[in-house]
């Protein structure tokens, strides 16, 4: 009897091991003293007397935006990049799960949980775009606005938010032993997963479709009726390189988590993700020349901006493909990973020229961002940063539970 | 060009061109692309 209640875990056994990693309060604080931490606290540091000053003075305290410029920094970068940054669950999710490539298993967990915090702090950074966050429930339960874009956007993301959670719940009942749940939970992953891959399709090509509403605004070299389709078909390339891109990292900064079949099979997965990715760059240089010739902008090539237009498909999207064309050739992985990284240089390009340098390229009153949004946004991507860490410390993201190896 | 016909007619005949160039262009591109897969399974 003395024997049993010695080894029944207490609660707070548990949770020092599922929270503090199984060591005392004050060997986990000391482990937190890292160069990565001190930065990341040093940004925290300014970022949030920002924010309280952003949600108490209001956006003309920190920022730039006005009625000509309603959409800035946030909007841009937070909002456009992250959504098609995060793309990379949905893709995958669909590889795996849908069209069955299950080679590719070990790099769901990651992709989703990528994509639903990529999701997730997406609509923080909204937040702080719209103001009143008690009203973010708004759009689904008080006022419907079924003929905006937007209200599509919203409800969609929320939607996604909520499969990619129910995707990556099964990591969550891993780690918690919740053994019956899991069951129930690894059941409705097809479900979720095909859910996830229609909402994707919308949403991605709702933010190309939100500039739609303003063709006298955007430039016409990046105007086009076919923005939609370019929006989703560059999201799809944007996800596929942010798995290759984040898989790097994690591969290096949590080695110890992965075994070694991973580590070995994970070059040859990354050669077959840039593979894909070249197809999608291919396809998406291939449209938007047929978005210019759509409108007869040929001339417009000529211009500043439309040089602007030629370093960003040429040096940003043909090259990539053709770097990844290259690596897939060689079956070479740091090719292929250098690839991703200029891939997702040139996705938050083309998002910032449409947001903000394309823009209202021929008004007087031209927007260019405070330091204070450029503060919001690196303390919305450190918060995504520290949170992905937690979660991969603790939940097995980027390693098979042992309870549950045979079934993968 | 001097009407909105002769403007469709100009815009949409070089689209419908670079569309089946692209169509024709896709198929060796992703041919290329598999070349070292299909080389190794001929061996």
């Known amino acids: ?408 | 060009m001097f009407t909105l016909h002769d403007f469709m007619h100009l815009t949409k005949g070089i689209e419908y061109l670079l569309a089946v160039c692209f169509l024709a262009v896709f198929i060796a591109f992703w041919r290329f692309l598999d070349k070292k897969k299909r080389s190794k399974d001929s061996i």
């Open chain 1, 1 to 408: 009897m003395t024997e049993q209640m010695a080894q029944k875990p207490t609660f707070r056994s548990w949770l020092q091991e599922k929270l503090f990693l199984g060591k005392t309060t004050s060997e986990y604080l000391k482990g937190l003293v890292t160069p990565f931490n001190i930065i990341a606290g040093l940004i925290l540091a300014v970022g949030i007397p920002v924010t309280v000053i952003r949600f108490t003075q209001g956006l003309a305290s920190v920022t730039n935006l006005s009625d000509t410029n309603p959409w800035g920094l946030w909007i841009g970068v937070d909002v456009l990049c992250g959504v098609a940054l995060a793309a990379g669950g949905f893709a995958i999710g669909t590889a795996v799960y849908l069209f069955g490539l299950k080679d590719y298993h070990s790099v769901v967990r990651p992709a989703v949980l990528t994509g639903f915090l990529g999701y997730f702090f997406v609509v923080v950074g909204l937040c702080f775009d719209l103001g009143r966050p008690w009203r973010l429930p708004y759009p689904m339960f008080v006022s419907y606005g079924v003929t905006s874009v937007m209200f599509l956007v919203g409800w969609h993301v929320a939607l996604y938010l909520s499969c990619q959670f129910v995707e990556f719940c099964p990591a969550i009942s891993e780690w918690l032993g919740w053994r019956n749940l899991r069951k129930w939970l690894v059941r409705l992953t097809v479900g979720a997963t095909v859910f996830g891959a229609i909402l994707s399709t919308l949403h991605q090509s709702a933010l190309g479709a939100l500039f739609l509403l303003a063709p006298g605004k955007l430039h016409p070299l990046w105007y086009s009726p076919f923005i939609p389709v370019f929006f989703f078909i560059s999201a799809i390339v944007a996800g596929l390189s942010m798995v290759i891109f984040e898989g790097m990292l994690s591969h290096r900064i949590f080695s110890n988590q992965i075994d070694h079949h991973h580590h070995a099979t994970f070059d040859r997965l990354t050669v077959g993700l840039g593979k894909a990715a070249a197809v999608g760059l291919f396809s998406y240089f291939c449209l938007k020349w047929i978005g210019v010739a759509h409108g007869n902008h040929w001339d417009l090539l000529n211009t500043p901006l439309g040089h602007w237009f030629l370093v960003e498909v040429f040096i940003f999207v043909l090259l990539p493909c053709f770097l990844y064309v290259w690596g897939v050739q060689r079956e070479s992985a740091g090719i292929v990973r250098f690839t991703a990284i200029l891939t997702v240089i040139g996705i938050i390009l083309n998002r910032v020229n449409v947001s903000m340098v394309a823009f209202n390229w021929d008004v007087v009153d031209r927007y260019s961002p405070r330091w204070t949004e450029f503060v919001v946004t690196i303390t919305i991507i450190t918060v995504g940063l520290l949170t992905f860490r937690w979660i991969v410390n603790r939940m097995p993201v980027l390693y098979t539970h042992p309870d549950y190896k045979e079934e993968y």
